[in-house]
C-alpha cells in the first residue's frame, strides 16, 4: 500500500470512528444570549424520504442528538445557567398541511401554550435532529434551510430550571442565524432571534483521537516499509 493511502485510510477511521457517537462544540451569542454547547450526536437509523403529513422518516444526511453540555447566558431575564442534557423526543403530528416536517417533529409542552404566527402552539416544536452538512428546509411554509439544526431544532435542559429551545432560521439571504425560546413549563419567558453560532476549537478529546489516528498510520506505514525491505534482501 502506498505511504499516503495508509495515511488517508488511518484519516478516514478517525474521522468516521465518532460516527456512531461523535460531538460537535459551538460558540453562540446575539440576541442577549451567549455561551459555549457541546452536543453529542449519532447516526439516524430513520432516514428517507419526506413529502408527507406526518412522515415516517427523517431527511436524509440528519443525526439524532443524544446530549448537550455547557453554559448559557441570557441577559433579556438575567439568567445564567448551565446546559445539562436535552429534553427527549417526542414525535407528534404536525399540522396536516406541513408535509416536510421530519418524523422525529414534536413539542415540547408549556402550558399557557407558545404564540405564533399560525396561532398559540402547544409548546416549542423540536425534533433533536443534527446536521453536519447544513439542514434542507423542514417546514412547507418556511422555505429557508441552512445550519446545523433545522427550524425546530432541540432543547436544552438546564441547571436553572427552565428549559431552552435552540434552532436554525436557515439563511434568508443575509447569512444563517439561530433563534432561542426559553421557558419555565408554564409561559414562555424570552423569545431571541439574530444569533450568530460558530464552531469552537475542537475538544482535547478530539485531537487526542485525530494524533492517535495519524500516529497508528505511521506504526503501519513503518512495518510496511520493514516487511519490503526484508522481502527484497
Known amino acids: 500500500?502506498?505511504?499516503?493511502?495508509?495515511?488517508?485510510?488511518?484519516?478516514?477511521?478517525?474521522?468516521?470512528?465518532?460516527?456512531?457517537?461523535?460531538?460537535?462544540?459551538?460558540?453562540?451569542?446575539?440576541?442577549?444570549?451567549?455561551?459555549?454547547?457541546?452536543?453529542?450526536?449519532?447516526?439516524?437509523?430513520?432516514?428517507?424520504?419526506?413529502?408527507?403529513?406526518?412522515?415516517?422518516?427523517?431527511?436524509?444526511?440528519?443525526?439524532?442528538?443524544?446530549?448537550?453540555?455547557?453554559?448559557?447566558?441570557?441577559?433579556?431575564?438575567?439568567?445564567?445557567?448551565?446546559?445539562?442534557?436535552?429534553?427527549?423526543?417526542?414525535?407528534?403530528?404536525?399540522?396536516?398541511?406541513?408535509?416536510?416536517?421530519?418524523?422525529?417533529?414534536?413539542?415540547?409542552?408549556?402550558?399557557?401554550?407558545?404564540?405564533?404566527?399560525?396561532?398559540?402552539?402547544?409548546?416549542?416544536?423540536?425534533?433533536?435532529?443534527?446536521?453536519?452538512?447544513?439542514?434542507?428546509?423542514?417546514a412547507t411554509d418556511y422555505p429557508f434551510g441552512g445550519g446545523f439544526l433545522d427550524i425546530y431544532g432541540l432543547v436544552f435542559t438546564t441547571s436553572s430550571g427552565k428549559a431552552v429551545n435552540f434552532w436554525s432560521n436557515g439563511d434568508t439571504g443575509q447569512g444563517v442565524s439561530y433563534g432561542a425560546g426559553t421557558t419555565d413549563g408554564v409561559s414562555v419567558l424570552d423569545y431571541a432571534g439574530g444569533i450568530v453560532a460558530r464552531t469552537a476549537v475542537p475538544e482535547p478529546a478530539t485531537w487526542l483521537t485525530m494524533i492517535l489516528g495519524f500516529a497508528l498510520a505511521g506504526i503501519a506505514l513503518r512495518r510496511r516499509r520493514g516487511k519490503e525491505v526484508l522481502a527484497l534482501a
Open 1 to 138: 500500500m502506498r505511504p499516503w493511502a495508509v495515511i488517508a485510510a488511518a484519516a478516514a477511521v478517525t474521522m468516521s470512528a465518532p460516527a456512531s457517537a461523535a460531538s460537535y462544540v459551538f460558540d453562540f451569542s446575539g440576541g442577549g444570549l451567549s455561551g459555549t454547547v457541546s452536543l453529542t450526536y449519532e447516526a439516524n437509523p430513520n432516514t428517507g424520504p419526506i413529502g408527507t403529513s406526518p412522515n415516517r422518516y427523517d431527511p436524509v444526511g440528519s443525526y439524532v442528538i443524544t446530549g448537550a453540555s455547557g453554559t448559557l447566558s441570557n441577559s433579556n431575564i438575567d439568567l445564567t445557567t448551565t446546559i445539562t442534557g436535552v429534553v427527549p423526543s417526542n414525535p407528534g403530528k404536525p399540522t396536516p398541511d406541513n408535509l416536510l416536517a421530519p418524523a422525529s417533529f414534536g413539542h415540547y409542552v408549556v402550558k399557557n401554550g407558545v404564540p405564533g404566527p399560525g396561532g398559540v402552539a402547544p409548546g416549542f416544536s423540536y425534533d433533536n435532529l443534527f446536521y453536519p452538512a447544513g439542514s434542507p428546509p423542514t
